[in-house]
């Protein structure tokens, strides 16, 4: 079993930043993929970004491009969500999430989250305009 805990979230002014924590406990490896999501009001959850194991692959929606930032320490178990230049639109739950079962390519980012195993229990996140 894999325990995640989300930490972080807030209320923030459009153009301001916020700093996700997500700390993995239980069955997980430093090699697993670790991913966010988010969920907005009455909106599907989506794909925010996710991180190989080793940190080298990243993958990012195209709305978080140059604005968000993921990394992992895997020493902590611990990935993280640097969010810069947040917008109104920005404002859902965020969700960590971690791959459990073995993924076969060395370099693909997992981003649907039927390839995600284990989550979070959310952190809200509210952008002020």
């Known amino acids: 079993q894999v325990q995640m805990v989300e930490s972080g979230g807030g209320l923030v002014q459009a153009g301001g930043s916020l700093r996700l924590s997500c700390a993995a406990s239980?069955?997980?490896?430093?090699?697993?993929?670790m991913g966010w999501f988010r969920q907005a009001p009455g909106k599907e959850r989506e794909f925010v970004a996710g991180?190989?194991?080793?940190?080298?692959?990243?993958a990012y929606v195209d709305s978080a491009k140059g604005r968000f930032t993921i990394s992992r320490d895997n020493a902590k178990n611990t990935v993280y969500l640097q969010m810069n230049s947040l917008k109104p639109e920005d404002t859902a739950v965020y969700y960590c999430?971690?791959?459990?079962?073995?993924?076969?390519?060395?370099?693909?980012?997992?981003?649907?989250?039927?390839?995600?195993?284990?989550w979070g229990q959310g952190t809200q996140v509210t952008v002020s305009s």
């Open positions: 999430a971690v791959r459990g079962r073995t993924i076969w390519s060395s370099t693909y980012v997992p981003t649907s989250q039927h390839e995600y195993d284990y």
């Open positions: 239980g069955r997980t490896s430093s090699s697993d993929p």
């Open positions: 991180i190989r194991g080793s940190g080298s692959r990243t």
